[in-house]
């Protein structure tokens, strides 16, 4: 019988925060456990084994990335480089205030998960109405979406991991960052 208290939505929430404390690649059975005071075949009753446990994580990060990124689209100006300049730093702040969640958006959603795939598309319908305000639809916009994620990923990425050493404020590389990023999707959209 499953430990009263328990259940699958509250071991993915704990799940998710001690991602966000250790890392996810550290988030193991007997560290959730630990968190619960439970035996680690207690979880298994609740959600299965550790691969059961990070697609909730997965999920779960997903959504708030998107409710993160709705957020910022909500409250940033019109125009379409202050929209893309809301979203920018809304997924760098997402990322840096939850890395376990965040690690574990990066891999795209198993065909057949009708449940991570609905939550995925939330943040790609966000990211394509700002680039559809940039002018870019279709192929082009999908394009723009995935250099887009790549250039926010590294950057985030690299700052995580401490990679950026030089004697320049990281904020500004940052700013420069999303600068180069909007002049480039307005350019391909002018090309398109």
């Excluded at 690649?25 to 990070?54: I, W």
């Excluded at 809304?90 to 990066?106: C, E, I, K, L, S």
Aim: hydrophobic content about 50%.
């Amino acid at each position: 019988m499953p430990r009263a208290g328990l259940n699958p939505a509250l071991v993915v929430d704990e799940a998710a925060r001690l991602a966000d404390e250790i890392g996810l690649e550290r988030l193991t059975l007997a560290a959730l456990a630990a968190r619960f005071g439970v035996a680690v075949p207690s979880l298994y009753k609740h959600l299965g084994g550790l691969d059961a446990v990070r697609r909730g994580v997965a999920i779960r990060g997903v959504r708030d990335l998107g409710e993160a990124l709705e957020a910022a689209l909500a409250a940033a100006p019109g125009t379409p480089s202050a929209r893309l300049r809301a979203l920018a730093a809304a997924y760098r702040g997402f990322a840096r205030a939850h890395p376990g969640r965040y690690a574990a958006t990066v891999r795209a959603a198993s065909p057949d998960d009708t449940e991570h795939l609905a939550a995925s598309d939330v943040v790609l319908r966000l990211v394509l109405a700002v680039l559809g305000e940039r002018g870019l639809s279709g192929d082009e916009a999908i394009d723009g979406a995935r250099g887009l994620r790549a250039a926010l990923h590294g950057f985030v990425a690299l700052e995580s991991a401490g990679g950026f050493g030089l004697p320049r404020d990281v904020d500004r590389s940052f700013g420069r960052l999303v600068d180069v990023l909007d002049a480039g999707l307005a350019g391909t959209a002018e090309v398109a």
